[in-house]
């Protein structure tokens, strides 16, 4: 096909470079190593003359077949440094050829929303949005170095190799700076020190490989940064290396193939959350913050192989009801036994059961019992005052059950003390003929057992103040065996 008329000198180099896919540069582009996400973008690219200017029309008419490149050849739009004015704008079309836009200024949003495509790549650009729902890309599409103001939607969208975002800056116009839920990335997405001011939603994405969201900034302060509720991740999810949230990460649902792991900052304490992974599965579950999370956080009904935490950047507000795991990693059992109880709505059993189990599996019997216990600690807190003092009876003589040796030692205790008592002023024989010698000890120790041993407590009466005192051991070692009944009764239930 001719050259259409009425081109620019721009257009025309354009035009020509086509058929063989040569890139056209109308000016030298920035390096984009070490620069801040955006920063490669122009900036004055609307002060730029015609000389660097290129209609959107051009690019579509070229890109939908207005010129014939013949046999033997791969045409492509590979363009850098220009500006291109009105709509970049293709709906539902079928297009057979690369578009390749770096450097460049675009004055108005690229649609590609149901396009059939090939690989896009605007690197280093600046755009005022970027629709491409339900497109499919049989290549990727990279909008990585560019700086949008407004929204990229990819909602539905379909990438065969990949979606690149790095170093890309999006500042929304409303809520959202990217809006791709339930799109499809059949290898990973790589949002690596991207920059989003506005929520970034993945509802429902699938990712075949990983996604990498390392050095990332997530700003959208008192709502979620990222909403990614039932999303699938094959591989990993990596919010590490410098990583910020400013605003609630929600996972709810999700499934994570190998490894979550979030080694950054997390802020939101005006939300509800600031870490929302309830429902969630991975292989490992790595949660690392560089300092403690801002906002409560949510494990519940959530399964991993392996958790792996530092318990310096525990929240005050952790709800891990319904959580299970194989393996833990990260801290000793004092301070796990501590991870339990940061339930914002109170005393929740599961989490110690989960724990004291875990303990069991790794061949731990003490450190279970000393869960157990402390899961018995926390419930009385949440009973009435006549289960209360129950209890804190049953913990001060046996430990709930679980120290079953405290009996011991408080019945050696009385009994000494019985034994001095009674030593230096003896009850008198009942039957002075046919008693016998009496023995502190073994009369002290009658009085403490239920059922007597030595006879001694029928033959002799004490009297004076030492009455009370028999009375009291009586007492005393009825409450020592009802303690330590009711504790091993306990400890021996089947879980």
């Not at 984009?32 to 959107?56: L, S, Y």
């Not at 949002?191 to 939603?201: E, P």
């Not at 802020?267 to 579950?285: G, K, N, Q, V, W």
Request: hydrophobic share 40%; net charge positive; glycine share 12%.
């Amino acid at each position: 096909m001719g050259r259409p008329p009425r081109l620019s000198a721009a257009e025309r180099r354009l035009w020509d470079a086509f058929p063989t896919g040569e890139f056209v540069e109308l000016a030298p582009v920035k390096s984009g190593v070490g620069r801040p996400a955006g920063e490669n973008a122009p900036t004055d690219g609307d002060t730029w003359g015609p000389e660097r200017t290129i209609r959107a029309k051009v690019i579509t008419s070229l890109l939908l077949g207005a010129h014939d490149p013949g046999a033997g050849v791969v045409p492509a739009i590979r363009l850098r440094g220009a500006r291109i004015t009105g709509p970049l704008t293709i709906l539902g079309g079928n297009v057979e050829h690369e578009l390749v836009l770096s450097g460049c200024h675009l004055d108005e949003p690229v649609q590609l929303t149901g396009t059939t495509t090939r690989t896009v790549r605007l690197t280093d650009c600046a755009l005022p949005g970027f629709s491409g729902g339900g497109m499919r890309v049989a290549g990727h599409l990279s909008l990585s170095g560019s700086n949008i103001t407004g929204t990229v939607r990819i909602a539905r969208a379909q990438f065969e190799s990949g979606l690149w975002l790095t170093g890309t800056k999006v500042t929304a116009d409303d809520e959202w700076a990217l809006y791709a839920g339930s799109m499809v990335v059949e290898a990973g997405a790589n949002l690596k020190n991207a920059d989003f001011t506005g929520g970034v939603r993945l509802v429902g994405a699938r990712l075949n490989g990983d996604l990498i969201f390392e050095g990332a900034t997530l700003r959208n302060p008192g709502k979620n940064a990222l909403t990614a509720d039932n999303m699938v991740v094959e591989d990993t999810l990596q919010c590490t290396g410098g990583f910020t949230a400013l605003g609630c990460l929600r996972l709810r649902g999700a499934r994570i193939g190998s490894m979550f792991a979030l080694r950054g900052v997390v802020r939101s304490p005006d939300t509800s959350y600031a870490l929302h992974a309830s429902h969630m599965e991975a292989r490992e579950f790595y949660l690392r913050p560089a300092e403690p999370i801002e906002g409560v956080v949510s494990l519940a009904h959530s399964r991993f192989s392996t958790l792996q935490d530092d318990p310096d950047t525990w929240p005050d507000k952790l709800r891990l009801n319904g959580l299970t795991y194989d393996r833990l990693r990260g801290s000793g059992v004092a301070r796990r036994i501590g991870w339990v109880d940061r339930d914002p709505e109170g005393f929740r059993p599961q989490p110690y059961e989960q724990l004291a189990a875990w303990y069991l599996r790794d061949g731990n019997d003490a450190l279970a019992r000393r869960t157990q216990l402390a899961k018995l600690r926390a419930r009385r807190r949440t009973q009435g005052r006549g289960w209360r003092v129950w209890g804190r009876l049953l913990d001060a003589t046996v430990g709930y059950g679980y120290r079953p040796w405290l009996a011991g030692v408080w019945f050696g205790i009385l009994l000494l003390a019985g034994t001095a008592a009674f030593s230096f002023n003896p009850p008198r024989a009942l039957k002075p003929d046919e008693s016998p010698v009496f023995d502190a000890f073994a009369y002290t120790f009658d009085l403490l057992l239920p059922l007597p041993a030595f006879g001694q407590r029928e033959l002799f009466d004490p009297a004076g103040w030492t009455q009370g005192l028999a009375y009291g051991l009586v007492v005393s070692g009825w409450i020592l065996a009802t303690a330590l009944i009711a504790g091993a009764t306990r400890v021996l239930r089947p879980q």
